[in-house]
C-alpha cells in the first residue's frame, strides 16, 4: 500500500505521517509513505502564522495591561517595542519550526518514507502530480493536510482597499494610529487587545448582540464588558458591513444596524474574519471530491469519493480548526487507513469539545470543555448548573485580576460532571483539569474540595461545593 500525505509539514500532516511511519517498512502494511510539502520555510501554520507567534505577541500585551491596570506601580507604562516583539517572535518560530522540520527529516529516514519538497496536484482520482519536478505517482490512499488561508469577505470595495490579517500584525513594527476591524472570532478577539496595548485606538464590529456564540450569553456579555473598560476598544454590536472604500489615507467602512446606516472611518482595515479551508490549487476537480459543507465525514474520509480513499485532516476539511483537533484527525486518520487497508471497520472522530481563547491579551482567556448547559439537555440530561465570579474568590483580587466568570454543568442524576465555562485568569491552565472531569465521567461529589491556598483554582472549588450542596 502506497500513501501520499499532502501537507506533511502542519501539525495534521505530521500526525498522519508520524502514526503511519509506525505501520511502514519490510513486512508492514504500508509499502511506501510518501510526504510532500512546498514550505518555504516548512514548519506548518500554528507554528509560523498562528498560535505560536500569536501567543508571543500577546505575552507583551498582558504584561503591558497588567501593569497599566495595577495601582500599586506608579508612573507611566512603557510602551510596546514592535521591532523587538517581532524579533524575539521570530526568532523563537524558526526555532520551532526547524524542530518540525527536522521531526519529518527523521520520519523520511526510514525505510520506505520519502519526503518530497514540492507542490502537489491532482490530475485523476489517484494521480498526484509533483508540479515543480514534473514526476507523478498513484498512492492507493491519499490524505489532504493542507491547512487554511485567510477568508475575505465578499464585500464591495474589499478589493480596492488595502487591508491587514493576522499575519500582518504579526509581523508589523509599526501600527497605524486607528482601525476598523471586520471578524471578532477566535482571530479578533485575541489580536484587538494586542493593537490596543500597541497604540491604535480600534473600533470593532460585531454582528450580533455580543461575541463567544457558543458560550452563555453571559460570558459574551463580560468579554465586551472588560473589552470596553479596560482596553477602552470601541466595539459596534448588531451592526453589518456594507461596503468599504478609501478615505483620505485610509478606509471608510459603511455599515448597518438594523435599517440605520452609519459610517466608521479609520486609518486602516483590519480583516479578523476567520479561515477557510486551503484546498484551491489542489486540482480536486480532477477528482470526485467536491470541498463544500460536510464533505468530510467523521472517519476523515471524503464523502464525494466513491473509492474512499481520499482523507483531509484539520483546518483542511473546515470541521474544527483547532490544533489539538488536527493532530488527533491525523491520528484518526492514520488508523483507518490501515484499518481499511485490511478490510476492517473504520473509527469516527468524536472528541469532547475542548477550546481555549486567549481573550483579554491572555489575561482573561476563555475556555469551554465539553457541554453547554444547552448541549446538554439536547443531549437528554437534566442538569445543574452553578455559576461562580471571580471577585467572589480573594485570591483573584490578591493577584490583581478579579474579572470574570465560571460555570460548571452537571447531570442531576448522577453527578457527572459534563461541562465547564471559564472567563478569568488562569482559565487556561484549568482546562486540564476539565478535561479529566468530562472525559472520565467524574461524579462531582467525589472530587477533592481542596485546591492550595490561596491559588486560582479556588474557583473550581467553589463550583465543586456548589454543585454538590444542590445534587
Not at 509560523?48 to 505575552?59: F, Q, T
Amino acid at each position: 500500500m502506497h500513501v501520499a500525505v499532502i501537507g506533511a509539514y502542519g501539525s495534521a500532516g505530521v500526525a498522519v505521517a508520524e502514526r503511519l511511519a509506525d505501520h511502514t517498512g519490510p513486512g508492514e502494511v504500508v509499502d511506501r509513505l510518501t510526504m510532500v510539502d512546498d514550505g518555504n520555510p516548512g514548519g506548518g501554520l500554528c507554528i509560523l502564522r498562528g498560535c505560536m507567534p500569536s501567543k508571543e505577541v500577546l505575552s507583551a500585551a498582558q504584561h503591558r495591561f497588567q501593569t497599566r491596570h495595577d495601582d500599586r506601580l506608579d508612573g507611566e507604562p512603557p510602551e510596546i517595542d514592535l521591532e523587538r516583539v517581532v524579533d524575539r517572535k521570530n526568532e523563537h518560530t524558526a526555532d520551532f519550526a526547524a524542530h518540525r522540520r527536522a521531526a519529518t527529516d527523521r520520519l523520511a529516514e526510514r525505510e520506505g518514507v520519502v519526503f518530497r519538497h514540492d507542490t502537489a496536484r491532482f490530475r485523476g482520482p489517484r494521480e498526484l502530480e509533483l508540479v515543480e519536478s514534473g514526476d507523478r505517482i498513484e498512492p492507493d490512499y491519499v490524505v489532504v493536510a493542507t491547512g487554511s488561508t485567510v477568508n475575505v469577505p465578499d464585500l464591495p470595495g474589499i478589493d480596492d482597499v488595502p487591508y491587514w490579517t493576522s499575519a500582518d500584525v504579526l509581523d508589523a513594527t509599526t501600527l497605524p494610529d486607528s482601525g476598523v476591524v471586520m471578524g471578532f472570532g477566535y482571530v479578533g478577539i485575541e489580536m484587538v487587545p494586542y493593537l490596543a496595548e500597541a497604540g491604535v485606538d480600534v473600533t470593532v464590529i460585531e454582528h450580533d448582540t455580543r461575541p463567544l456564540d457558543d458560550a452563555p450569553p453571559g460570558f459574551g456579555d463580560e468579554l465586551l464588558s472588560i473589552y470596553r473598560e479596560a482596553f477602552d476598544v470601541d466595539i459596534v454590536t448588531e451592526t453589518h458591513e456594507r461596503r468599504v472604500e478609501g478615505a483620505d489615507g485610509g478606509v471608510r467602512l459603511h455599515t448597518d444596524h438594523d435599517g440605520a446606516y452609519g459610517t466608521v472611518e479609520a486609518d486602516a482595515l483590519f480583516c479578523f474574519t476567520g479561515r477557510r479551508p486551503n484546498v484551491d490549487g489542489l486540482g480536486l476537480d480532477a477528482t470526485a471530491v467536491e470541498p463544500e459543507p460536510g464533505w468530510v465525514d467523521a472517519t476523515m474520509r471524503a464523502t464525494a469519493d466513491d473509492s474512499g480513499r481520499t482523507y483531509v485532516v484539520g483546518d483542511a476539511n473546515g470541521r474544527d480548526p483547532v490544533l489539538h483537533v488536527a493532530k488527533e484527525q491525523g491520528h484518526v486518520a492514520a488508523e483507518n487507513i490501515v484499518a481499511d487497508d485490511a478490510g476492517e471497520s473504520l473509527t469516527e472522530y468524536d472528541p469532547t469539545p475542548h477550546y481555549v481563547m486567549f481573550a483579554a491579551a491572555a489575561t482573561y482567556p476563555y475556555v469551554r470543555v465539553g457541554h453547554t448547559a444547552q448541549t446538554a439537555r439536547e443531549a437528554g440530561h437534566e442538569t445543574v448548573v452553578v455559576q461562580r465570579r471571580a471577585e467572589d474568590d480573594g485570591v483573584f483580587e490578591t493577584k490583581d485580576a478579579p474579572r470574570g466568570l465560571a460555570r460548571l454543568i452537571v447531570d442531576r442524576a448522577d453527578g457527572t460532571v459534563l461541562g465547564y465555562h471559564g472567563l478569568h485568569y488562569h482559565a487556561d491552565v484549568m482546562a486540564k483539569t476539565a478535561q479529566l472531569l468530562v472525559e472520565r465521567g467524574a461524579d462531582v461529589r467525589t472530587v477533592p474540595d481542596r485546591a492550595y491556598h490561596p491559588t486560582t483554582p479556588e474557583i473550581m472549588d467553589g463550583l465543586f461545593r456548589a454543585a454538590s450542596k444542590e445534587l
